[in-house]
């Protein structure tokens, strides 16, 4: 993972410094809390519904042990023992008093972490495919492209106050593992037939009350070009995006209103800026920039390929060959494996980790996968570097500690907002909607037999819980301070399993909380009765059409029965 420099160190602390003193200013009156605001913002803070919020960066989802610990020891003296990983790849905090913001924000630095541009209308934190580095199918390591972007989109003075937040994500493998399409900007690493490294440049893709799939502007942009083609997007953004309207002032809606337009219009601002700009040319990334940074990114030292096992020789049916065949991923490296730790059970909401956890998941990455973890876009945790022949341990180990749930993939693995809970924004609760599902969905033998299903569940329209991509999507709405449910079908996250990125189709008028449980048993009901053999869900939802889960849904209404 990327080893800070000195000046890196500096930076990140200099920013706590630069936090302590507003704040301490906003405390004492001198600094009005609007002026306060959008500096408390654009260091990760929101004020929520209960209390304040912090949203922790984590580029690209990568963690060491030690930042982990740090995670750790926050949630226990500042927090109520417990953090939330997010789709974004980053943790969020929803108690700590605002007047102790500015210790935790120290606390952070030390380990070289911060909460900078997690919040405001700013370029966030860059996302990416959480096996980077380790998947079988990767074309190129995405990770040291994630760096460089990171670094220079920091305090970037001209993109600190966009029309609206600005999300980035990067793709290097051949399988889109970061839902790249539906990103403002998605970058897919390829290399052409002379063996060059370039990116397929996609822009204006996001959920939202709009949901919109990134459109191709660049097929193939040599690599060392690539800050100079968005900040080319970004200019464009930054002057004919919407800012009468926050609804209509995502780069989504610049894009699908302006069509060829819009992509004119970057490529003349990106000849400009190489032709013009007295330093444009400076932000060609030198190849050995490139290097520098690359050189964090190396298989760690004790990493080497060995021969490789059959890893169910001899296994019987049970709980240890379920999490083979659910939690255990292939590696590019013979002898390796990159292993889920499940953060979905009954009793704790998808993405919730307590103190205690974040502990034995760093001393889990210390024992078995060289002190790092990864953040998973479907809020878990993954161990990039385990040896075959440590696999046993580790199934052992991580089941002590609640990890070793083998869903991955199944429907008890959803993803879900803190919605309703905790968040201001939300028009309903999505924690004890995801509760009831996992309790009644939590027989494994049940869950194999339904197999594949991507469910998502968002408290309110801006889809934090990623409902449009889910094969199954749940919306939290509000009618008349009422709490509903509309339910979508059919979505895909554009990975293999899903096919290419499209928002599911909304199968009628929405449920009451009480019935959404039944909604979903009746879906997966209809699956089971139409699919055909070794049929997947959303294959089976595309083949036979809404319809009939529709007509199933309908059918089990009981407080909306009358509308």
Not at 145 to 156: G, K, N
Not at 480 to 504: K, P
Request: with cysteine; hydrophobic share 40%; proline share 4%.
């Amino acid at each position: 993972m990327y080893a800070y420099t000195d000046f890196d160190r500096q930076f990140v602390h200099a920013r706590a410094a630069q936090f302590r003193d507003q704040l301490e200013r906003n405390l004492a009156g001198t600094l009005t809390d609007d002026e306060f605001r959008p500096l408390r913002l654009q260091n990760g803070w929101y004020v929520q519904r209960h209390a304040p919020m912090l949203r922790v960066a984590v580029p690209y989802g990568v963690l060491a042990s030690r930042q982990l610990r740090q995670l750790a020891r926050i949630a226990r003296e500042f927090d109520r023992g417990y953090g939330h990983f997010t789709t974004r790849q980053n943790l969020q905090y929803n108690w700590i008093p605002l007047v102790k913001s500015a210790d935790v924000m120290d606390l952070l630095a030390d380990v070289d972490m911060h909460g900078i541009q997690t919040s405001g209308n700013c370029i966030r934190n860059i996302t990416s495919d959480a096996t980077a580095g380790v998947a079988p199918d990767e074309i190129v390591d995405p990770r040291p492209y994630a760096e460089v972007l990171r670094q220079w989109s920091t305090l970037h003075p001209e993109f600190a106050f966009l029309p609206r937040k600005f999300k980035i994500a990067i793709s290097g493998a051949r399988e889109d593992r970061a839902a790249i399409a539906w990103h403002d900007i998605g970058l897919q690493l390829k290399k052409n037939e002379a063996g060059e490294i370039g990116f397929e440049v996609l822009v204006g893709g996001g959920m939202g009350r709009t949901p919109v799939i990134g459109t191709s502007i660049c097929d193939f942009l040599p690599w060392n070009q690539i800050l100079v083609y968005i900040e080319a997007i970004v200019r464009v953004y930054n002057r004919y995006g919407r800012r009468d309207n926050a609804y209509k002032a995502r780069i989504k809606i610049l894009v699908k209103a302006e069509g060829q337009a819009f992509i004119d219009d970057v490529n003349r601002e990106f000849a400009q800026i190489l032709q013009d700009d007295p330093a444009g040319h400076e932000h060609i990334i030198p190849q050995a920039e490139l290097d520098r940074v690359a050189a964090s990114f190396v298989v760690p030292a004790g990493v080497a390929p060995v021969p490789g096992l059959d890893l169910f020789e001899g296994v019987q049916p049970g709980a240890y060959k379920r999490w083979l065949e659910r939690n255990v991923h292939g590696h590019r490296l013979s002898g390796y494996r990159a292993v889920t730790l499940s953060l979905k059970r009954v009793g704790q909401a998808p993405g919730d980790v307590t103190d205690a956890q974040m502990d034995a998941a760093a001393a889990l990455a210390d024992q078995f996968s060289q002190g790092e973890l990864r953040v998973t876009h479907d809020q878990n945790l993954l161990l990039p570097w385990v040896r075959e022949s440590d696999l046993p341990g580790l199934f052992e180990a991580a089941r002590a500690n609640s990890f070793a749930t083998p869903n991955i993939g199944l429907l008890s693995d959803m993803i879900a907002c803190p919605g309703g809970d905790f968040c201001a924004l939300a028009n309903a609760r999505s924690l004890p909607i995801a509760a009831e599902i996992t309790e009644r969905f939590q027989d494994l033998d049940e869950l194999y037999d339904i197999g594949d299903v991507d469910l998502h569940i968002s408290g309110c329209i801006n889809s934090c819980g990623h409902h449009h991509s889910g094969h199954i999507g749940i919306l939290g709405v509000d009618k008349d301070g009422t709490e509903w449910y509309q339910i979508t079908l059919g979505g895909s996250d554009g990975s293999t399993l899903s096919g290419a990125s499209q928002a599911g189709k909304v199968i009628g008028p929405s449920f009451a909380a009480d019935e959404v449980s039944d909604v979903i048993e009746s879906v997966i009901s209809t699956y089971k009765r139409e699919r055909q053999a070794a049929e997947r869900f959303i294959d089976t939802v595309r083949r036979v059409g809404i319809e009939p889960f529709k007509t199933a849904a309908n059918a089990v209404r009981s407080s909306t029965a009358a509308r």
